[in-house]
């Protein structure tokens, strides 16, 4: 897919577009999840589409190739070592979903400050970074919740980062970052962090245009590769980087990358400035990936590709803890700032705050990856597979 387009002579048009960017300034449950987790890590059975609404209703989720890392049938919810959320066995996402007293996944804020200023980039009101202390209480409040996001800002930009992770030793951990502090942190982090997901846009002139220095972003990635994390990315899709996709994916396949995400951009922050054209429709959107899962298979590139647009099945799925330790869905679109605040995680634990959410079944279809575009990553690199069970879904 995406064959209709003269690539190079298009992007180089796409790329030479104006968009403005603006200067801007548990005790965990240590038994529910796996241990330390295994470098190279990414095993699905190939090209599974998960489709956009309506959610199925019976379906599990393809199982990964080879089944023997897999927690019991008797566990609803299983978190495969391909960083995936899948049913246990046929059952009714809407009965899980229900049923379930808790999140399969938060994001959690370590610091609001960053190093780049990204054309796309919602996190643009600061907010002074939570305390080592803070974190703590906040950690403890989500006991039971398998994998947090340590994200930001820029998560790296935290000198203590590597005590932040030790701290949610137990839980699955992603740091998604802009790669850029990378020589410095990722041998501390080798081993401790399930995946690195690392933000980039497109090759080197669309990269630069719409996030920041593609080359230090490709510098900081060598680096955590050098120290065997494993690799995903991610890029916000512009109209106006439509057809630097191809080569993002061309990237994450030399890089050996789980998968690449495509995210549509949400209006807020810098994205406020963006223009108009700028924001494909969920149409666009889909037939850009469809497009580019052609390619894919026409050129045997390996990562999964992961495509998230905001349609009433895909709204308030993310549960974001601020550093002040406010939980809010997101995005809900009509709310301001696109947040539905839940409660504090300094004061209550998240079983509390689970019941104030009015997104549960949007959170498990995405997670379950059954709101978004999906093709699973072909091919097998050497993995060990473990289990992680999950508790409370
Ligand atoms: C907020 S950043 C924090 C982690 C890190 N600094 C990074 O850039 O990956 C996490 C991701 O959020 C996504 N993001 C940022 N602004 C967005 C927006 N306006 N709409 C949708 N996604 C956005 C981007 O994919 C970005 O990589
Ligand atoms: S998207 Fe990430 S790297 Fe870009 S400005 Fe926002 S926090 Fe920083």
């Known amino acids: 897919m995406f064959v209709l387009w003269g690539m190079t002579a298009v992007r180089a048009a796409w790329d030479a577009g104006g968009v403005q960017r603006r200067r801007a300034p548990f005790p965990v449950t240590r038994a529910a999840v796996c241990g330390p987790v295994a470098v190279h890590a990414y ?3 190939d090209l599974m589409i998960a489709c956009s609404p309506p959610v199925p209703a019976v379906e599990p989720t393809a199982r990964p190739a080879g089944d023997e890392g897999l927690a019991r049938a008797d566990e609803r919810v299983l978190f495969t070592e391909g960083h995936h959320f ?3 066995a046929p059952q009714d996402l809407e009965v ?4 379930a007293t808790g999140p399969l996944s938060v994001i959690l804020q370590v610091t609001k400050r960053c190093n780049f200023d990204c054309s796309f980039c919602s996190e643009t009101l600061q907010e002074p970074d939570p305390t080592l202390a803070a974190l703590e209480r906040v950690r403890d409040n989500l006991a039971g919740v398998p994998r947090v996001f340590l994200s930001g800002g820029e998560p790296l930009l935290r000198r203590d980062l590597v005590d932040i992770v030790d701290m949610f030793a137990g839980t699955v ?12 942190l990722a041998h501390g982090l080798a081993g401790k962090v399930a995946f690195v997901n690392v933000g980039l846009e497109g090759p080197r002139a669309t990269t630069n245009r719409v996030r920041g220095d593609y080359d230090k972003v490709m510098t900081g990635i060598r680096a955590f590769q050098h120290a065997g994390l494993p690799l995903s990315l991610s890029a916000v899709v512009y109209r106006s980087t439509l057809t630097a996709l191809p080569f993002t994916l061309q990237i ?10 495509l995210i549509m951009p949400l209006r807020k922050g810098n994205a406020l400035d963006l223009a108009d054209s700028e924001f494909l429709t969920v149409e666009e959107a889909t037939a850009a990936f469809e497009r580019l899962a052609e390619l894919r298979t026409a050129y045997g ?15 308030g799925h993310m ?7 406010l939980a809010s869905a997101w995005p809900v679109y009509d709310a301001p700032d696109l947040l539905e605040p839940l409660g504090s995680l300094l004061d209550e634990p998240i079983a509390e705050i689970w019941t104030r959410y009015r997104f549960k079944r949007n959170h498990y279809a995405k997670y379950l990856g059954r709101s978004i575009r999906a093709v699973s990553r072909a091919g097998r690199p050497p993995s060990t597979r473990r289990p992680l069970r999950i508790a409370h879904a």
């Open 252 to 261: 994450a396949d030399v890089l050996d990358a789980g998968k690449l995400k």
């Open 96 to 99: 899980v979903a229900a049923a």
């Open 43 to 45: 095993v699905e059975k």
């Open 86 to 88: 899948t049913l246990a």
């Open 173 to 184: 951990i992603g740091l998604p970052t802009n790669a850029t502090r990378g020589l410095q």
């Open 319 to 325: 549960i974001v803890i601020s550093p002040r330790g």
């Open 301 to 315: 590139w390996r990562p999964a590709v992961r495509l998230t647009a905001w349609t009433p099945d895909t709204e």
